[in-house]
């Protein structure tokens, strides 16, 4: 029979038919989750698991699974893993740190432009039937010429400020380890602390992981020392961010404009969770968001499914 493997969302049929080889492969057909029971049931005597961020691995689903040798991760995240919970199971995990690097610093880019231009206020502007031609309105900020902060000097955010290159702008940068001396001269970066860098950036750029340290961390009082005006983009975890104080900060007009990919739901490290958007947030007209879509380019998902199945592959074939 071999071994029993789960996916728990929709993947490429040529990579399930490579898993197959090595038993039977059940994949969820999507794009709704299992939910944590189906997901129990399903994987109850699998010996392995190809979880996404939809997915909670956590101490009751490793009892409820006994069998299970890998979870193999398809994604770059991994705080809805307990890490703990796998080593103490001897359950190995895995997951996929570069591949979704270039395509999350693309958009949080794109995020930046349609914040700083108001594309999101254009477009409705057009859609809605009112356009007759120019006029001197929807006047907005620009990346040229202004000081782009970026919290966080990682993958992702090492990738961004190397995108900024092409921009004629002043690029900050902040994170717990600095970079190399050389790594940092090579970005054309300037490493502050956070005060500085909330006080001088014009666009502030969140690049940091969902720790215990990074819960909440942009709260009012984050957000109230940054610069009057500035613009807060957020395509890294949507709990790094109180989305009632961002609410509040646009409200009051200090926040120039929010952009966000990534929202406080999605993250099922969170028994607290909310089960939506902040309303006032989804209400207010200085914003853009999108659907979580920092890896969302065909083949890197490709990609990305490929690296977690290859992962399935050498862990049950050793």
Not at 28 to 35: R, S
């Amino acid at each position: 029979m071999g071994y029993r493997i789960v996916v728990a969302q929709p993947i490429e049929q040529e990579i399930i038919d490579d898993l197959a080889r090595l038993g039977p492969v059940h994949m969820n057909p999507g794009p709704e989750p299992m939910g944590p029971e189906s997901l129990a049931a399903e994987a109850a005597e699998a010996e392995a698991l190809m979880a996404f961020m939809t997915e909670r691995v956590d101490r009751a689903l490793l009892e409820a699974c006994p069998n299970l040798k890998v979870v193999a991760g398809a994604f770059k995240g991994f705080d809805n893993i307990d890490l703990e919970a796998c080593e103490a199971r001897g359950v190995a995990f895995t997951y996929v740190p570069d591949l979704l690097t270039a395509p999350t610093a693309e958009l949080a880019l794109g995020l930046m432009i349609a914040l700083a231009r108001h594309m999101r206020a254009g477009d409705a502007h057009i859609r809605s039937g009112a356009f007759t031609g120019w006029r001197p309105k929807l006047y907005g900020g620009s990346i040229i010429g202004s000081t782009v902060g970026v919290v966080g000097t990682g993958r992702v955010g090492q990738a961004l400020l190397g995108l900024l290159s092409g921009f004629d702008c002043v690029r900050l940068a902040c994170d717990s380890t600095p970079l190399p001396p050389e790594r940092a001269a090579a970005l054309g970066v300037r490493e502050v602390d956070l005060a500085t860098l909330r006080a001088e950036a014009d666009f502030v750029v969140l690049a940091t992981p969902l720790t215990p340290e990074t819960l909440g961390v942009v709260d009012a009082a984050f957000i109230a020392a940054m610069k009057p005006g500035a613009y807060l983009v957020n395509p890294a975890r949507g709990s790094v961010v109180v989305e009632a104080a961002v609410a509040e900060a646009l409200n009051a007009g200090h926040l120039g404009g929010y952009a966000a990919d990534v929202f406080e739901l999605e993250d099922r490290s969170r028994p607290d969770a909310p089960e939506t958007v902040h309303p006032a947030l989804l209400a207010h007209e200085r914003t853009v968001f999108t659907p979580h879509l920092g890896s969302a380019v065909i083949p890197v998902r490709r990609a990305i499914a490929r690296a977690a199945a290859d992962e399935i592959i050498r862990h049950l074939a050793r």
